[in-house]
């Protein structure tokens, strides 16, 4: 929270920044506000200052995640009016069990839960093995869910599994992209500009291109196909967020989906 309160001096300079990442005028904001365009000037000017329930507000209409709304109330002099708990905690006892059983449906394919910077934090027996298979880990090998391993670190990485995915230069961009977006969002100095800087600096990323290229996809998706041991498993994602979320934590959750994208990727699944 450090950080994105000296990214946003005050109040001011962090109503700015979101209106303009949202693309509003002062007028489209004042009316989906119902706050008057005289107020919301001031408020950027710094001639007025916003109560708690008023940024609260200007936070929803603009769509500020929930971590950046605290900021905003940090900025303004108010303590933050969303809590952050680690998914352990017995609070979020029937959200984890919800993720535990959407993990669990998605078998035979794989299924991962990250947070924002997608930080390994749950995943199931698919994925599991699936892992395992590309390191070369023994059958009982069991991989940190404490939010230590960086699931897109270790695709990218040339000591991960870079070497097993075959069009990683294809997909390098569309996970980039999710950094990017949260780095934007945090600032400077924050988790997030600073992983996007780690994953820059590794070898053969910064020289990608960050636009795919859409001319010579024969699919409607972008799979990531990974290769071997003359095993090729041509996969694609989808990725899911819980709804209505009051907690950081629970909004920054993400479901990352395997699914095949041809049927012998399909086969090789079910098989194992």
Do not use: C
Not at 195 to 201: I, K, N
């Amino acid at each position: 929270m450090s950080a994105a309160t000296e990214y946003f001096s005050d109040f001011a300079a962090a109503l700015k920044y979101w209106r303009g990442k949202r693309g509003y005028s002062q007028l489209r904001l004042s009316t989906e506000s119902e706050i008057s365009q005289r107020h919301i000037s001031f408020l950027e000017s710094g001639r007025s200052q916003p109560s708690k329930e008023l940024i609260l507000k200007l936070g929803m209409v603009l769509e500020v995640p929930l971590r950046q709304r605290n900021a905003m109330l940090l900025s303004a002099g108010f303590a933050p009016a969303y809590q952050e708990r680690n998914l352990s905690d017995p609070e979020l006892k029937a959200v984890r069990q919800a993720l535990e059983f959407m993990l669990a449906q998605q078998a035979p394919y794989p299924a991962l839960v990250v947070d924002r910077l997608w930080n390994l934090l749950m995943l199931n027996e698919p994925a599991l093995h699936m892992l395992r298979w590309l390191h070369g880990l023994p059958p009982d090998a069991q991989l940190p869910t404490d939010g230590s391993l960086n699931v897109i670190r270790q695709t990218l990485d040339p000591n991960g599994l870079r070497p097993y995915l075959a069009n990683w230069e294809d997909v390098s961009a569309d996970l980039l992209l999710w950094i990017q977006r949260e780095a934007m969002s945090d600032g400077p100095g924050s988790e997030a500009t600073v992983l996007l800087s780690d994953l820059l600096a590794l070898p053969g990323i910064a020289g990608m291109p960050r636009i795919p290229n859409l001319d010579r996809r024969a699919l409607p998706f972008l799979p990531m196909t990974l290769r071997k041991d003359r095993v090729e498993l041509n996969l694609f994602t989808t990725i899911a967020t819980l709804g209505t979320p009051h907690d950081v934590t629970v909004h920054e959750l993400r479901v990352e989906n395997f699914f095949p994208a041809d049927e012998a990727t399909a086969n090789w699944f079910k098989q194992r």
